[in-house]
């Protein structure tokens, strides 16, 4: 037995989410934010996308920094590439929301991981988009997630960290459950 | 609750218990030993939920043995089988009067509410005060139905798991049925081998097999301390008190019922119903991960049981390590299903139950509707709460979780009524 104590790392403040997920047990109201962007078209496929501000424990809050994301397509789309496709978006979206709820979760069963590789792979039948076949839908067919993970733990361990952040994951409950989209169009 | 003018308390008594089913039968026993004056009102007959409220082929999950009140156990000669509903009843009936609990029934308790000094109980036959209040109405009065049924079409037939009693009464036809705790999967299951094509909608649940290594699941449950684990010891109470009930089934054969054995039988898996649009039932992605869930939380179960095994030398080691194959939830994900194409007539909803609090007029209810307690000691003094899924120990909602949590509560109640005068002790003292 060694009573040297491990000190288990992953750059989560577990400490600090606890303590937020008590705080907003208490005060429900407080647990309602608002996510935001704000977009413009800059010319053909190509549109920019600004990340600033959002809404939560009652108040505005803005990001340490603005974040600006160009999407567009790729020349064999006959567009400029200036950017990735929104498509691509989605999927760090979810890789980054997925890859978040893994370290905390590690950090809070006390599991040090040393890496952390994902690839994301999301086949799509063009027919949708282009209108070609009416029974093919515009989004992924499927999306798989392989991940590569090292850390001090069985794999079983490392698979119900993987797990339980799926189940814990905002992006992942956004590509698997539908959302009302509410489009709103103001002529100016 | 009640609009006419309310009449004048006719009678009162140190303690009154609703509802008289294991729970409140329990605590009669326990303040019977104590010798509190008390009364044990029951809105229909004995065991009233088991009688009248459940699915016919409903069995217990617990093995007979298991099946124990406070001075009182099985003594049949099955002690490894499962209670029928109508066994159920006649264990419960059995012990009212073995414990000469003084119940009276068909005593509906229409308005419970805060007075000087305690509870007034405004019944179908008369009004009682009360110093204290013990709420034994049970845990699964009222199915909770998902708000996506109210966009279900009309053509579409809907049933509760709480108003279901067998396929016999569906139209011919596929059946949805929506939930995969024990009830989900025991109505999925006997309604596919009546012949109808069955569709199960899967959200989180949890897995695991009848049978381990020679013994009932319970045994290894009871054995490795879990169903005596305390509330005190969670963090996380509300995650721990809203777990389904476990996928298992109480058969003759001790047979193993889970999603691979649903979908070997032809059941077709689905991911959680999310929405209805346009007359399309929208299913999650997510079935895969849920399964996966339950699987690896399955696995840590029966690392736990072995683990047990091997410290305690337990004679069960003679049976082999036993793993399970995971869930196989298909190649392709069914994500929608046409509700015009015909290929469900049926809906059933197994997505859980509540209790039923529309008579009580003490604020205790948090935002959620459900009772404010502590490990059954309610936010109101002098009121208590039995039966609820963990309230004091994961046992807690199960037969024979009854008598530690009625003793413990029991103990609670004689303190607080020795502060606050009992009516008893007063007599003795003149």
Redesign the interface.
Known sequence: MSTQEVVIDNGVNIEAILGAREALTETPAAAAFIWRASSEWVSGTQTRSTVEKFFGLGEEHSHRQTFVYDTDHPEVFASEDNGSTPVEMVLVGLSGCLGAGIATVAQNRGIQLRSVKTTLEAPMDLAGILGIDGDVRNGFETITVRYEIDADASEEDIKAIVAQSQKRSAVFDIVTNPTDVNVQVNKV | MSTQPRKSVTSSVDVVVIGAGQSGLAMSRFLGERSIEHVVFERGEVANSWRTERWDSLRLLTPNWQSTLPGYKYAGPEPDAYMSMAEVVDFISGYATFTRAPVRTGIEVQSLSPVDGGYRVDTNDGSWSARAVVIASGAFNVPIIPKVSAGIPAHIQQVSAHDYRSPNSFRPGGVLVVGASATGLQLADEIQASGRPVTLAVG?HVRMPRVYRGRDIQYWMHATGLLDEYYKDFDDLNRVRSLPSPQLIGTADRTTLDLNRLSRNGARLT??L??V?DGNL?F???LR??C??AD??M??LLDSIDEWIDMNGAAEARFPVERFAPTDTGAA?CLGIDLGAGAISTIVWATGFRPDYSWLDVPVLD?KGYIRHDGGVVDAPGMYVLGLPFMRRRKSSFMHGAEDDARDLSEHLAVYLDRHGRRGSLKLAI
């Open positions: 989180e991911g959680r999310m929405g649009r929208q999650s992605g997510s991960n849920v996966s869930l690896l939380k696995g840590r994900a935002r």
